[in-house]
T-cell receptor, first 117, second 114 residues
Framework: AQKITQTQPGMFVQEKEAVTLDCTYDTSDQSYGLFWYKQPSSGEMIFLIYQGSYDEQNATEGRYSLNFQKARKSANLVISASQLGDSAMYFCAMRELRRAAGNKLTFGGGTRVLVKP | ETGVTQSPTHLIKTRGQQVTLRCSSQSGHNTVSWYQQALGQGPQFIFQYYREEENGRGNFPPRFSGLQFPNYSSELNVNALELDDSALYLC?????????????FGPGTRLTVL
């Protein structure tokens, strides 16, 4: 069974600084995808970044980068140059990439980020 | 915005009642997944529908059921509501099942069971 662990329930970060959100995962599958989502208070889950288990380079999307360490089974999200609008819940999620697994995402418990001006 | 819509946005029911939640998927998407997110927790997968058939189910009892229509919109039905069913219910649509593809989430329906 897949499991995602986010050990930081909440974090404060100063505006314009970088913040790293931790995510460790457990799976017996060789082929999987790792996702990060942002959830503002409105409730909608916003896709941020994706890393495939066979991707050799760390994923980057604008101010978001994923520090993927496969041997350690970690997929930490780095947000650079934090903005006030980055204040939200952040979820790490995993999906098996076998067709039979469908699109089921397994989520961690989330980390709440509050950006201070 | 993702183009995925859900209705209603909020709902209050009492124990034992039945509820139907609705989701309209993004244009061109044939797969819809439903998630339950209890307060302060991450979402949990309920089930997925692909081309009108259930295609994967999480650890939820049979009183959670669903439908997908020919236009790929979907319904989540919950019978015999319990207090623990109070949660945000999210649906997500995608172009296909399996392989990497981005799932687009709707804004959710917040269900309160009294």
């Amino acid at each position: 069974a897949q499991k995602i662990t986010q050990t930081q329930p909440g974090m404060f970060v100063q505006e314009k600084e970088a913040v790293t959100l931790d995510c460790t995962y457990d799976t017996s599958d060789q082929s999987y995808g790792l996702f990060w989502y942002k959830q503002p208070s409105s409730g909608e889950m916003i896709f941020l970044i994706y890393q495939g288990s066979y991707d050799e380079q760390n994923a980057t999307e604008g101010r978001y980068s994923l520090n993927f360490q496969k041997a350690r089974k970690s997929a930490n999200l780095v947000i650079s140059a934090s903005q006030l609008g980055d204040s939200a819940m952040y979820f790490c999620a995993m999906r098996e990439l076998r067709r039979a697994a469908g699109n089921k995402l397994t989520f961690g418990g989330g980390t709440r980020v509050l950006v201070k001006p | 915005e993702t183009g995925v819509t859900q209705s209603p946005t909020h709902l209050i029911k009492t124990r034992g009642q039945q509820v139907t939640l609705r989701c309209s998927s993004q244009s061109g998407h044939n797969t819809v997944s439903w998630y339950q997110q209890a307060l302060g927790q991450g979402p949990q997968f309920i089930f997925q529908y692909y081309r009108e058939e259930e295609n994967g189910r999480g650890n939820f009892p049979p009183r959670f059921s669903g439908l997908q229509f020919p236009n790929y919109s979907s319904e989540l039905n919950v019978n015999a509501l319990e207090l623990d069913d109070s949660a945000l219910y999210l649906c997500a649509s995608s172009r296909d099942r399996g392989n990497y593809n981005e799932q687009f989430f709707g804004p959710g329906t917040r269900l309160t069971v009294l």
